[in-house]
């Protein structure tokens, strides 16, 4: 049985030295980074680490059953998701803030080994329990950078297809919608509904769609285009397509893809004139 | 304006002037289909018709059924010589009928009400 007392008083007694030798084994493995982040500090955080860590033990499992899940792990599990932030927002690596944690390891093993003759204390089963705690609350670390990068991954997933996908309205009845990047399915269905909503709210018989900024488009993509065009027929607009690269052009052939009923024209300017004239507008020059 | 209620009202037909309006709602099932289909032909012919408008703005959920109803609506208002527009597709309906496979290539569709009736009489000023 891994003895937790012994653990837990090792860690809250300052005399055994572990939190000197904790320090100690940052700076050698390199992981301290008392470059970008105050030595007093560090100190300070390291000492109140230990002192959660210690809590922590003597209120849980850790024997093989050990899961930070468990809510006696919350309080130190909150610090490390702070520092993990602290230290990302200093730029420190996720591998570094791991090592800081792993660091640990050295010198609880050093003060457990001081016990290995000692009656009545299970050394190596308390060194494997330390190790896995240790190694648990590492992996954790990594998780919090982890789980910060997706959710910056994902905001920002979210405000590109936002940003990209605005519906112009060109003049009464006619909207445009100018694509630029390329188009996954995710954005081309966002196209698709927005230009479709759009239709509706502005009662626009024609819909243009420019994707001159549209690098290259894929099968997926190319359907939903068309899509797009036999929907917005249904829904009584004429769809448009222009500023067609030859490269898609190329490619929407070669997939054998049909584009039935859906007008297509160079540019923005073609389009227009071309929505112009079914509306029964025209341009005239101002006479000089 | 004359306006003839079906019985159960789950599809109204209206005449304006010499136009049908015709609306279309959720509850729509094989019966009524076959009730409206009667209805609408019926009131095509029974005074001078030049168009048919079918409004379904009120529909927002769609099969197949319903896509091949719309179809024969129009085929057979067309065989009455009336013109016949389908307005009011929601956008959810138009990506569910394309998705679908249901194009509808011959089916003249405009945005509303407003839109298609202005066509009928625009089509009409210029003569047959």
Redo the contacts between chains.
């Keep these: 049985m891994p003895n937790k007392e012994l653990l837990a008083e090792g860690l809250t007694d300052n005399h055994t030295g572990i939190l000197e030798g904790w320090i100690a084994a940052q700076s050698r493995e390199g992981v301290k980074r008392s470059d970008v982040l105050d030595e007093d500090e560090i100190r300070e955080r390291s000492k109140r680490l230990i002192a959660i860590l210690a809590d922590a033990i003597h209120s849980a499992d850790i024997d093989e059953s050990l899961d930070i899940e468990e809510s006696g792990w919350d309080p130190i599990k909150n610090f490390l998701r702070a520092e993990a932030e602290k230290r990302e927002d200093a730029g420190i690596s996720p591998t570094e803030a791991a090592g800081y944690i792993i660091a640990l390891k050295e010198p609880v093993f050093d003060y457990l080994r001081k016990y290995q003759d000692s009656e009545g204390v299970d050394t190596v089963n308390t060194l494997l329990a330390s190790s896995r705690i240790i190694d648990q609350l590492a992996i954790f670390t990594m998780e919090t950078y982890l789980e910060r990068r997706d959710a910056i991954i994902r905001r920002q997933q979210r405000e590109m297809t936002e940003l990209s996908t605005p519906v112009i309205q060109v003049w009464d009845r006619i909207v445009a919608l100018p694509l630029i990047g390329t188009l996954d399915s995710e954005r081309a269905q966002m196209v698709?509904?927005n230009l479709?909503?759009a239709?509706?709210t502005k009662?626009?018989?024609f819909a243009i769609l420019d994707i001159t900024g549209v690098p290259t488009v894929d099968t997926l993509v190319a359907q939903n285009l068309i899509?797009t065009a036999?929907?917005?027929?249904?829904?009584?607009?004429q769809c448009i397509i222009c500023g067609i690269k030859p490269k898609i052009a190329q490619i929407i052939v070669q997939l054998g893809i049909d584009l039935?009923?859906i007008i297509t024209r160079g540019d923005l300017q073609g389009a227009l004139v071309y929505a112009f004239d079914k509306a029964g507008l025209s341009l005239v020059a101002k006479a000089q | 304006m004359t306006t003839s209620y079906p019985s159960n009202s789950k599809v109204g037909t209206f005449r304006i002037r010499d136009c049908v309006l015709v609306t279309v709602n959720n509850e729509i099932d094989d019966s009524s289909v076959l009730e409206m289909e009667s209805n609408l032909t019926e009131e095509i012919v029974r005074l001078p018709t030049r168009g048919v408008v079918i409004d379904i703005s009120q529909l927002d959920i769609v099969d197949t059924f319903t896509g091949r109803m719309l179809g024969a609506l129009a085929k057979m208002s067309r065989i009455l010589d009336a013109r016949t527009v389908v307005v009011g597709m929601r956008p959810a309906v138009a990506i569910t009928l394309v998705e679908l496979g249901m194009n509808l290539n011959d089916l003249e569709t405009a945005l509303n009400v407003d839109h298609a009736m202005r066509r009928i009489e625009e089509a009409s000023a210029e003569g047959p």
Excluded at chain 1, 230 to 237: I, K, N, V
């Design positions: 698709m509904e479709l909503e239709i509706i009662e626009a018989e899509k036999s929907a917005a027929r249904l829904m009584g607009a039935p009923d």
